[in-house]
């Protein structure tokens, strides 16, 4: 029924919120004779406790739709038959292993369900010696979610041990997964050789048709037909991944039929990788925000290998020492000779770099950015270098963003930039009162303003992360 057809006329304004101990006769009224939040018809009352956010259970933090079935007898009625306040398991140890057949009887059989499990204390603690404990959790969590997986539209796994993580993978490979949305599968420690962990499963190789999101820190246990309504892969940790060919890593992601997210990270074993100078050869006509980070050469390779007309935001986390060969390759050289560069749709480009020294050609290979963030910038040597890459290919940059990892460099910085003609200069806050409290009178300094409300992709994923919302 719609809140606003409920026959319950009375102004809100009347309502006093506050609630009474657990009793048989709770009165609907306060001693002033205005109606209690007790007296909300139940369907009134459960429709707002669905709006009170979900937090991922943990042993810090009492969830909070166990607190607000600890409020009064009325109100632990409406909780308990709210099943969409249940929708949200979490393990991370024995103890909430035990409650989380509590929840799944509580959310009914229909609604969708978030399952985090998270035993990386459990695992850490563990050990060599305490191994049982650990292997327990995983069996007992295989055969908790075996006959739920079909509702399962968010999942997480996270645990120390790389080898921990595998041993959950092949526990819950071959559940069926209609359901399942996004997926993130990471691990703090990984083994020492990959060959220990044997042949990897293949995931869920009946389907995922609704599988929108993956970010995993094991990359060889997919199988490409069925991610084709995937939008974003982020593979992570490639450094322990073993080999993975070029051709692997190419079917991976031609597969998704609109993959528009993709964030690599790690040094992987591509010494086989041939390097495409001359043309690219595949094309993700959808892919609009791409990062790569810790391998210059992988980096260098990936974007001589890829056409991505649509690319708008690209994160560049990497060692330039490279980078020569992918700005003197001809298909880059010809193209920007033609006026016609190859990512002719970025606009946002996030450069991790402590030098400019590459700065005038990087403006030649992506001269359309609208958009620098550069956030461990060092204005000392080559600062003339971006100078004149302004001057010359990035007339078109009216924001730059900035974060420096010294205060002692920000005169230099101001210095830099003095006859910076970019409208927005953003910096973060604590620069920004550095700069209003040391160099007041400063032309750069009085224009600098708050990156607060700077948005770009892989920037909001950050602060999404760092907020728990991932």
């Known amino acids: 029924m719609d809140l606003l057809d409920h026959p319950f006329d009375v102004p809100l304004d009347a309502i006093v919120f506050d609630h009474h101990d657990d009793g048989d006769d709770v009165s609907t009224t306060s001693s002033s004779g205005l109606l209690t939040i007790d007296s909300l018809p139940p369907e009134i009352l459960s429709a707002i406790m669905t709006f009170v956010p979900a937090v991922p259970r943990n042993e810090r933090h009492t969830p909070a739709e166990v607190r607000l079935s600890h409020v009064s007898r009325h109100w632990r009625n409406v909780a308990l038959a709210t099943p969409q306040l249940w929708?949200?398991?979490?393990?991370?140890?024995?103890?909430?292993?035990?409650?989380?057949?509590?929840?799944?009887?509580?959310?009914?059989?229909?609604?969708?369900?978030?399952?985090?499990?998270?035993?990386?204390?459990?695992?850490?603690?563990?050990?060599?010696?305490?191994?049982?404990?650990?292997?327990?959790?995983?069996?007992?969590?295989?055969?908790?979610?075996?006959?739920?997986?079909?509702?399962?539209?968010?999942?997480?796994?996270?645990?120390?041990?790389?080898?921990?993580?595998?041993?959950?993978?092949?526990?819950?490979?071959?559940?069926?997964?209609?359901?399942?949305?996004?997926?993130?599968?990471?691990?703090?420690?990984?083994?020492?050789?990959?060959?220990?962990?044997?042949?990897?499963p293949r995931l869920f190789a009946h389907g995922m048709p609704k599988i929108r999101l993956i970010e995993s820190d094991i990359s060889g246990c997919f199988v490409p037909e069925t991610l084709t309504s995937l939008t974003a892969l982020h593979l992570h940790s490639l450094t322990h991944s073993g080999t993975f060919p070029f051709e692997t890593l190419r079917e991976l992601l031609k597969a998704p039929k609109c993959l528009q997210s993709l964030s690599l990270q790690g040094s992987m074993d591509h010494v086989d990788w041939p390097l495409h100078t001359n043309s690219p050869v595949f094309t993700l006509p959808d892919l609009r925000y791409l990062r790569i980070m810790d391998d210059g050469t992988l980096a260098v390779k990936f974007l001589l290998s890829v056409d991505a007309p649509k690319l708008e935001s690209l994160w560049l986390d990497t060692s330039s020492e490279q980078y020569r060969t992918l700005f003197e390759a001809p298909q880059i050289v010809q193209r920007s000779d033609a006026g016609t560069p190859k990512f002719g749709a970025l606009r946002h480009l996030t450069w991790v770099s402590y030098t400019f020294g590459d700065t005038i050609k990087l403006a030649a290979l992506f001269p359309t950015v609208t958009h620098l963030h550069f956030p461990h910038a060092i204005f000392t040597f080559h600062s003339k270098n971006f100078r004149t890459a302004l001057k010359n290919h990035w007339g078109g940059v009216h924001t730059l963003v900035l974060s420096m990892p010294r205060d002692a460099l920000i005169g230099k910085m101001l210095d830099s930039l003095l006859d910076c003609t970019i409208p927005d200069i953003l910096v973060d806050e604590d620069m920004l009162k550095l700069l209003r409290k040391r160099y007041p009178i400063n032309p750069i300094a009085r224009r600098a303003k708050s990156m607060q409300g700077y948005s770009e992709y892989w920037w909001d994923e950050g602060l999404k992360r760092r907020f728990g919302e991932l």
């Open 87 to 200: 929708t949200c398991i979490s393990i991370y140890s024995e103890r909430s292993l035990a409650a989380a057949p509590v929840y799944i009887a509580r959310s009914g059989t229909v609604l969708l369900l978030n399952i985090r499990v998270d035993i990386y204390t459990l695992d850490k603690a563990g050990g060599p010696e305490n191994g049982a404990t650990t292997s327990e959790v995983i069996y007992k969590t295989r055969d908790l979610l075996r006959p739920i997986f079909h509702r399962v539209c968010g999942f997480v796994l996270f645990t120390y041990s790389e080898h921990t993580l595998v041993t959950l993978l092949r526990c819950i490979s071959k559940n069926s997964t209609p359901a399942l949305e996004q997926m993130r599968m990471i691990y703090a420690r990984p083994v020492r050789s990959p060959s220990t962990l044997g042949p990897l």
